[in-house]
């Protein structure tokens, strides 16, 4: 469970088989997020409600053709999880 | 004679209630309540003391508690939180811990839904590209 920094009313619920879940209203309404990807690790921005940096490990079958590899990605969201851009592979650690 | 009678019974009556009162806040122990969302939980306040204890099972040892709202809306006696515990299991209360509900089920039919939507635009493609690629042949 993750407390947005700007909005108190805000949780992000990380889930353990890829599905992540958000409120805006302190549970009074649930939707789950769009993410594409397992998500990994969650970071809300310190001062924009909207914005999120989300890590996630990539898996054999984004490669088809070549060898696998597995390797941390990082996308941000500045829609509330609505779209995802990818940012950078090979990420160690991350911060706003 | 009848006047008597009807004090002695008032007064009986009236000694009674005092020590059923005195039971319910004294020992205040209630049988512990089931419910769908929390296994068991039971209360026991002290009204002299002005402490108010509620005791609550969850299902795995505690992991996380999240206070949601403001301070503004927590001072209106709005507060909800969330407990997480060891097993995964999302709990919330919007009185103060009093009472507590279970997420499960909520974020299975949410995840559900988000599921099905995801089959469908699949299958929509699927299909949409079979058409296209069958129609060329």
């Known amino acids: ?18 599905v992540n879940w ?21 970071l809300f ?25 597995i390797y ?25 | 004679m009848k006047k008597i009678w009807i004090f002695v019974i008032l007064a009986a009556l009236l000694i009674d209630s005092t020590v ?8 205040g122990m209630q049988t512990p309540k089931s419910s769908d969302s929390v296994a068991a939980s039971r209360s026991t306040s002290n009204k002299a003391e002005g402490v108010e204890l509620n005791l609550n099972y969850i299902d795995a040892p505690l992991l996380d508690i999240v206070w949601c709202g403001d301070d503004d809306k927590q001072r209106e006696g709005k507060e909800t939180l969330f407990v997480l515990t060891n097993k995964g299991t ?14 499960r089920e909520t974020f299975l039919k ?20 079979e058409l296209i690629f069958w129609s060329f042949i």
Request: with cysteine; glycine share 6%.
């Open chain 1, 45 to 69: 921005h310190p001062s924009e409600r909207n914005w999120m940096l989300a890590s996630s490990y990539t898996t054999c079958d984004d490669f088809d053709d070549e060898p696998c590899k």
């Open chain 2, 110 to 129: 949410t995840g559900k839904k988000n599921a099905t939507d995801v089959d469908n635009v699949y299958r929509f493609y699927h299909l949409t590209f």
């Open chain 1, 72 to 96: 941390k990605e990082l996308y941000v969201s500045q829609d509330l999880c609505e779209t995802w851009q990818f940012l950078e592979d090979y990420v160690i650690q991350f911060s706003w």
């Open chain 1, 1 to 18: 469970m993750l407390q947005s920094p700007v909005d108190a009313n805000m949780i992000i619920f990380l889930g353990s088989t890829g």
């Open chain 2, 90 to 103: 999302v709990y919330n209360s919007n009185d103060l811990g009093k009472t507590w509900n279970k997420l």
């Open chain 2, 20 to 27: 059923s009162a005195g039971d319910s806040e004294g020992k």
């Open chain 1, 22 to 42: 958000i409120t805006e209203d302190c549970g009074s309404n649930i939707r789950v997020i769009n993410s594409g990807r397992k998500i990994k690790e969650f």
